[in-house]
């Protein structure tokens, strides 16, 4: 478990999983200060010598059954999801996917996935220059590079739980709102190309980008992004968004 720098990890330790540190079930490690999910997630890797890596949210539990169906996946396929029940699809439990329903149904819903460490190590980790969002950015890297993925259909992930019991806020939820922004417009511009095969995924990284960005008080910053995707179609598509929220969306105070 690693703890970006702001949890009172030795309070936490001697409640709540004190027997797991006890007999060495569960390390916890100091990143040094609030540096984001991804260095917090590529630093937990680090440490680990394991061949399998299970990446879980911070504010999400595993369901009962979820480890041993991606251990038992991993045994044929290279990574996996594992599905929160917003995510579910009505379907055959455990059935294997092919690259395009991945990509086009999972990715962007997935609060947990795991991968061989051998795959996590030659696709470089998770980027650090992003805070939030950095799991759809390498689950994109995984399905363009055609990495064979798995995932169960039942869901694999309780969302919601741990935090609440902790009483503090998720590391995404106490992310800073311009720097939210900043993550979406990177996913946004650096995945709509190389990721994106249908019109579906594209307008999912330009609704996020431009919903947060007017949200945040930043939709000039939005408007010139999408000016300067014309005269792609996708621009028209976030034009109409941004016009949409601009009228009808909700404000952060």
């Not at 999972?106 to 051998?118: G, Q, V, Y």
């Not at 869901?155 to 709102?177: E, K, W, Y």
Request: charged share 25%.
């Amino acid at each position: 478990m690693v703890n970006d720098g702001d949890v009172d990890v030795d309070g936490l330790s001697r409640r709540e999983f004190q027997p797991l540190v006890q007999d060495g079930r569960l390390v916890v490690i100091t990143n040094g200060g609030a540096h984001g999910a991804s260095r917090a997630r590529n630093l937990g890797a680090d440490f680990s010598n394991a061949d399998l890596l299970f990446f879980l949210d911070d504010d999400d539990v595993l369901a009962p059954g979820g480890l041993d169906d991606a251990l038992t996946a991993a045994e044929r396929y290279d990574y996996g999801f594992a599905i929160a029940p917003r995510g579910a699809q009505k379907d055959t439990d455990g059935a294997p996917v092919g690259i395009l329903r991945v990509r086009s149904r999972f990715a962007p819903t997935s609060a947990a996935f795991w991968i061989k460490r051998e795959v996590f190590q030659r696709l470089g980790a998770f980027h650090p220059d992003l805070t939030v969002g950095e799991d759809f950015d390498f689950c994109a890297r995984l399905l363009v590079d055609r990495v064979p993925g798995w995932v169960s259909f039942r869901p694999g992930v309780i969302r919601g739980n741990v935090t609440d019991a902790m009483q503090t806020t998720s590391l995404v939820n106490r992310t800073d709102a311009a720097e939210t922004v900043r993550c979406r417009r990177m996913l946004m511009l650096r995945n709509i190309g190389s990721f994106c095969y249908s019109d579906r995924e594209k307008y999912y990284l330009v609704e996020q980008y431009v919903r947060r960005a007017v949200r945040s008080g930043l939709a000039m910053d939005a408007l010139r992004q999408l000016l300067g995707l014309l005269p792609q179609p996708i621009a028209g598509y976030g034009l109409l968004i941004w016009v949409s929220n601009m009228l009808f969306g909700r404000r952060d105070p």
